[in-house]
C-alpha cells in the first residue's frame, strides 16, 4: 500500500523529471519517479529500508544541484546582460570616435591646405595670374556664349527683364 507521503514524493519527482526533460511525457516520468520511489519500501516496523535513506539522499541531492544550477543560471544571465550593456556602451564609444575622428581629419587637411597649401599654391597662382592678366587685357567679345546653355552676353538685356517707365 502506498502512503500519501510516498506518494507525494512521486508526484513531485515526476515533475522534476519532465521539467529537466529526464522524460517525454508525464507518464514517461511518473513510471521513472514510481521505479525510483517504489524501491524504497518500508519495513514491517515502520522504518524505511536502507534502500529509502538512499533515494532520499539522492533526492536531496537532486534538489541542492537544481538550486545550485538555479544560481549559475542568473549569475550568468547577469553577466551576459553587463556585458551587453558594455558592449552597446563601446559601440556608442565608437561611433563618436569615428565621428570625431572625421571631423579632425577635415580640420588637419583644411589646415594642411591653409598653412602648407599656400605655399606650394602661391607659386602656381602666381604664374596662372599672369596667364590670366593678358586674355582680360583683350577685349571679350559679347556676341559669343559664355556659359553652357549657348547664351551670349548680348542676348541679355537688362531692360528686357526690368522696366520702370517709358523707352
Do not use: H, W
Not at 586674355?135 to 520702370?164: C, M, Q, V, W
Amino acid at each position: 500500500m502506498i502512503s500519501a507521503e510516498q506518494l507525494q514524493r512521486t508526484n513531485t519527482l515526476s515533475k522534476e523529471l519532465k521539467s529537466f526533460g529526464f522524460a517525454n511525457n508525464s507518464e514517461q516520468a511518473y513510471s521513472m519517479a514510481e521505479q525510483l520511489c517504489g524501491s524504497q519500501g518500508v519495513r514491517s516496523g515502520g522504518e524505511p529500508k536502507p534502500a529509502a535513506n538512499s533515494a532520499s539522499l539522492a533526492m536531496a541531492e537532486f534538489d541542492r544541484t537544481r538550486v545550485q544550477v538555479n544560481k549559475k543560471l542568473c549569475d550568468f544571465t547577469e553577466q551576459l546582460n553587463s556585458l551587453s550593456e558594455k558592449v552597446e556602451a563601446l559601440n556608442k564609444t565608437l561611433k563618436l570616435v569615428e565621428m570625431n575622428q572625421i571631423s579632425f581629419d577635415k580640420q588637419v587637411s583644411g589646415l594642411l591646405q591653409g598653412q602648407g597649401g599656400q605655399r606650394k599654391v602661391d607659386s602656381p597662382r602666381e604664374t596662372v595670374a599672369q596667364v590670366v592678366t593678358p586674355k582680360t587685357s583683350e577685349k571679350k567679345s559679347l556676341d559669343k556664349p559664355i556659359d553652357r546653355n549657348g547664351i551670349a552676353p548680348a542676348d541679355i538685356k537688362i531692360e528686357n527683364f526690368f522696366y520702370a517707365g517709358r523707352r
